[in-house]
């Protein structure tokens, strides 16, 4: 079950956290992955890591050219591209009116619209032969919202929108787009935080844990199976309970 022999897969956001732990569950599954991060040494360590079946794409996704050629260049490495999953993310909290035009237009740029030209190139070509995997990871705060982080918010329930659209335009062609929707995972964005915040956070989660990337990574390798070729349009989420939506 799940198996992805054959498949190939870019992950965006691939060297550190969650994207790690999907590239990671997509290769064990037995798919060809292509890497992508702004971390070439990481990338390099996960590469050395796979052994094979494996190929290095830096990228930053705030260079509009550089996106442009990232899908290209990952077909030129596998031949073909099946699953794609839109990872790679930042944040630049503030409260909305001290939110600069900047901090604002990074974050959507890099979360949304990098998305929207990967899956529209990604897209293209699974159309023409017929299967596709497109897999946007979101967030629990574009359902819920979180106080400083607007454009963050704004970006991730973006991300759910756009990727329905997709459902819509592309079923025909055997092509599924679906979102996984984390809550507060592990990762090194929560070790930085205070013991203090970890416990706020803890109270707000009926599992009283917090997830892990692995939990993410295992929704990814389902949403890019054969098995999950009638969900399309869906968003999963995964939060310990935190929001039951």
């Known amino acids: 079950m799940f198996d992805l022999t054959g498949k190939n897969a870019l992950v965006t956001g691939a060297s550190s956290g969650i994207g790690t732990a999907i590239a990671k569950a997509l290769h064990k599954q037995g798919a060809t992955v292509a890497i992508s ?119 991730k329930a973006g991300m759910v929108g756009m990727t329905k659209s997709l459902a819509a335009e592309l079923a025909s062609r055997n092509v599924t787009a679906n979102c996984i929707a984390p809550g507060f995972i592990a990762t090194p964005m929560t070790d930085a935080l205070n013991d203090a915040q970890k416990k706020a956070i803890l109270d707000s989660v009926p599992a009283r844990r917090l997830g892990t990337p692995d939990d993410i990574a295992a929704a990814a390798v389902y949403l890019a199976s054969n098995e999950a070729g009638y969900v399309s349009g869906a968003t999963i989420h995964i939060n310990g309970g935190m929001a039951m939506l």
């Open 37 to 155: 991060g702004t971390r070439k040494d990481a990338l390099d360590a996960i590469a050395n890591e796979f052994k094979d079946r494996v190929h290095v794409l830096p990228c930053n996704l705030a260079d509009k050219d550089a996106v442009e050629v990232l899908v290209p260049a990952a077909v030129e490495k596998m031949q073909r591209l099946d699953i794609l999953v839109n990872n790679a993310g930042i944040t630049k909290d503030n409260i909305f009116v001290r939110l600069k035009d900047e901090d604002w237009d990074q974050v959507i740029a890099v979360n949304l619209t990098a998305s929207f030209r990967l899956a529209r190139a990604a897209g293209m070509g699974m159309m023409r032969q017929r299967f596709g995997r497109i897999i946007g990871i979101t967030s629990v705060v574009g359902f819920t919202s979180n106080a400083g982080q607007g454009n963050y918010a704004a970006a």
